[in-house]
């Protein structure tokens, strides 16, 4: 028996590792403390709105995921 899509089944390995690794992020969240409250963070309080918008830890985030993507994919 061979396999036909040898390509299909490094695709789902390599997204079980995402989903796992990304589970694994929003389970730990809660226990950093700065995340979501760095200065630059928007948040808007009013009584009956509340808005808020983790700018500063978008950039941040994208910033340190971009530095190891650029690691790990260098030849």
Do not use: Q
């Not at 390509?7 to 995340?35: H, N, R, Y």
Request: net charge positive.
């Amino acid at each position: 028996m061979t396999s036909m899509h040898p390509e299909l089944g490094k695709l789902l390995v390599v997204m079980g590792v995402v989903i796992a690794l990304t589970g694994l992020v929003v389970w730990l969240a809660p226990s950093v403390p700065w995340l979501g409250k760095l200065p630059g963070d928007i948040s808007i309080k009013r009584e009956n709105l509340s808005f808020h918008f983790p700018l500063a830890t978008c950039l941040v985030i994208s910033t340190v995921l971009s530095l190891v993507l650029y690691i790990f994919r260098r030849p």
